[in-house]
């Protein structure tokens, strides 16, 4: 009951340290984050710099266009005065036609350009950007792979995926659509004030008036959104988690005639989605329609105060007015009579003055959402593995030998003051610290080379805990484990694992065929060597009798085959890696009798030779196991062979009892609740 109750209180804990990252907002620009974001682009820094050029030379191409509509009307179509035209109308055609003509050709060759450069900038920046993914998504799938299975125990499988899915693609939409496209926006912005500025600073200052209610507007419209995005992704991970678990689930979930009350949670969380996304629909529905507005409110100003200055041929105010008579009658300041290309070049400057604004929202948005993915990535990243190797491994002897001298663990992570409590406390304290919860106390037994060690016990005894122990999957709080004479902590952990062969209770194979799955990537067993292992395990025969034999197909988890199936192929895969040691954990228990009766015979081949430790439940299959470990209450009690600890009459005499009641006990002999109470004291 405690196990359960730490284990449902430790999931919850995990799900709500999830569900907090996931509703990392982040700053819109975080410099320490961005800095170390911008060194994954040191490798493609030649790419990265050919686009930044380009977005410069566009960004001028861009704002070329009403320049040349400007000349084109006060050169030709309007009387404007020879020392009023601008430098590049002196050195046109004085004939209108062809004049007109050098213009357009000049107008075609910046469109040219413009779609040029654009093409350079965005083929580089999207392949920069995909690189970047590829990078960026190993080196989590590496770092995933270095982490010990209790990093996984806290940590949701569908959190992990989010990190290396939809995270990376937030942070590849910066890269792609963000930085660089930011930097291009505000070279517009600036080259448009520019130009603005030197034909008519007036009429300029009138377009910028409506700047600070546009600020105004956009720093609502952020908080709003910012607030939506992170209900957003919030209810994105809620419907992401609920379809893994259910999808996962869905033969439970018809079992029981769940599929109404399923899809109603499911409707619930999907609402908190909708709603999310309306709230922000909402928002750019307002914004968009306030910011054309307010253009057009600074066109329609340029307009009439242009059109006045255009017309005004009176004489203009005196320098030295106070700066209110210029901006109440412009077109009478010194310099601001205006021309009518000015006027049309200034109308276009003016609308597109604006789109940068709006797309400086846009990539606000990108921004935020790249500053808070690459904190949850970082965050995973920065999160350092527990079991690593030693600097300098020491190698074993590969005689097989296994012993746990003195083991005491727990899944608890302690901090500093109970590790020094552990560390010099007695054993009989060690059984008194009530906050820590004990897995294994005070362990201590040998399986020598070549031997045959049989762990019995009941469900949470601690017998799949010995096990990950010796592969070093946890690091133990007290005690030494010696897997070949050396201290497992001492030796290289790829070369310690590769000394294992490993058969689960719950078979898994991965997608592939049945080769792959037997081979696992290890390309030194041979076809020849795996098809023997086959064989010897009593799975050639079905296989063969496949339509592609070993090359047939296997579906996710190896759906189309029975458990039975499932069960054998891990068999053939533990073989065929010919292990040091082997390791059953309740590997007959998911087969039916017959195939057990053939998976015996298997067994005694595959323990030929090499140290093998068998769990089970099933006491008829490890009656002839050179020695039997009894586990209770994660201690060691019995030690013996099969005949051995039924003479003693102790706890595996009763569990053996417990087990053949029906074959050796009277029909009125006691209840299963009464010898369950016996076995467990």
């Not at 995926?161 to 660089?180: K, P, W």
């Not at 102790?650 to 417990?658: D, E, I, M, N, P």
């Amino acid at each position: 009951m405690a196990d359960e109750q730490n284990s449902k209180k430790a999931k919850k804990e995990a799900a709500k340290k999830a569900l907090h990252d996931d509703d990392i907002v982040g700053k819109a620009y975080d410099g320490r984050l961005m800095r170390r974001l911008l060194t994954y682009l040191r490798p493609y820094k030649l790419q990265v710099a050919f686009s930044a050029i380009a977005i410069i030379f566009k960004a001028a191409t861009d704002v070329v266009g009403p320049y040349l509509v400007k000349v084109a009307v006060d050169t030709y179509m309007t009387k404007t005065p020879p020392e009023k035209l601008s430098w590049l109308a002196h050195h046109l055609s004085p004939k209108p036609m062809a004049g007109i003509t050098q213009l357009g050709l000049l107008y075609l060759s910046a469109l040219l350009i413009t779609y040029v450069l654009e093409f350079v900038q965005t083929y580089l920046m999207q392949w920069t950007g995909q690189k970047i993914m590829f990078d960026l998504r190993s080196q989590i799938f590496r770092h995933l792979q270095r982490m010990h299975p209790g990093f996984f125990d806290h940590n949701p499988v569908g959190k992990l995926v989010t990190r290396v899915t939809s995270d990376v693609d937030a942070l590849n939409e910066m890269f792609t659509s963000g930085v660089l496209a930011i930097f291009e926006d505000i070279f517009v912005l600036a080259f448009i004030v520019i130009i603005m500025l030197r034909m008519s600073w007036p009429l300029a200052l009138l377009t910028l008036a409506v700047i600070p209610a546009i600020l105004y507007i956009t720093g609502i419209f952020r908080k709003h959104v910012r607030e939506s995005y992170r209900r957003i992704r919030s209810a994105i991970a809620k419907i992401n988690s609920y379809m893994q678990e259910h999808v996962s689930g869905m033969s439970i979930v018809q079992l029981f005639n769940r599929e109404q009350h399923a899809f109603d949670e499911f409707a619930s969380v999907n609402r908190l989605h909708m709603n999310a996304f309306k709230d922000a629909i909402f928002a750019y529905a307002l914004y968009y329609p306030a910011v054309e507005l307010l253009s057009s409110v600074a066109i329609a100003l340029v307009v009439w105060r242009g059109g006045m200055g255009a017309l005004f041929t009176g004489a203009p105010l005196a320098a030295g007015l106070p700066f209110y008579e210029y901006l109440l009658h412009p077109m009478r300041a010194p310099g601001a009579t205006i021309t009518l290309g000015v006027l049309i070049a200034f109308i276009q400057y003016a609308q597109r003055f604006f789109r940068p604004i709006q797309d400086l929202s846009e990539k606000y948005n990108i921004l935020q959402a790249a500053m808070a993915a690459s904190e949850r990535v970082f965050k995973l990243l920065d999160s350092e593995p527990e079991i690593l190797s030693p600097p300098k491994p020491i190698e074993g002897d590969r005689s097989g030998r296994v012993e746990f001298r003195n083991v005491w663990f727990t899944y608890q992570t302690l901090d500093e003051a109970q590790r020094l409590r552990v560390a010099s406390a007695t054993e009989d304290e060690l059984r008194g610290y009530a906050d820590i919860e004990w897995i294994l106390c005070g362990v201590s037994f040998v399986v020598e080379p070549n031997e045959t060690a049989a762990i019995v016990g009941h469900t949470g005894a601690g017998k799949t805990t010995i096990i990950s122990l010796m592969m070093r999957f946890y690091d133990i709080q007290r005690g030494s484990i010696l897997v070949d004479g050396i201290d497992v902590r001492q030796q290289d952990m790829h070369a310690l694992r590769r000394r294992f062969a490993v058969v689960l209770q719950d078979p898994f194979l991965f997608t592939g065929t049945i080769a792959d799955n037997i081979r696992l990537g290890s390309k030194w067993v041979t076809d020849e060597r795996l098809q023997r292992a086959a064989d010897e395990v009593n799975v050639g025969d079905f296989i063969r009798s496949l339509p592609l034999q070993f090359a047939e197909p296997v579906q996710e988890r190896g759906a189309t085959l029975s458990t039975g199936q499932k069960q054998l192929i891990s068999f053939a895969r533990a073989l065929a890696h010919d292990p040091g040691i082997l390791i059953l954990d309740e590997a007959t228990s998911s087969v039916d009798t017959d195939t057990e009766l053939r998976v015996r015979g298997a067994l005694s081949r595959m323990v030929t030779g090499r140290t093998s430790i068998l769990i089970a439940h099933r006491l008829s299959t490890i009656q002839r196991a050179d020695t039997i470990l009894v586990m209770h209450k994660g201690q060691l009690r019995e030690r013996g062979t099969h005949q051995e600890l039924l003479t003693h009459r102790g706890l595996y005499w009763k569990l053996y009892q417990l087990q053949y009641k029906d074959q050796e006990m009277p029909a009125d002999a006691a209840l299963p609740s009464q010898l369950s109470d016996a076995v467990l004291p």
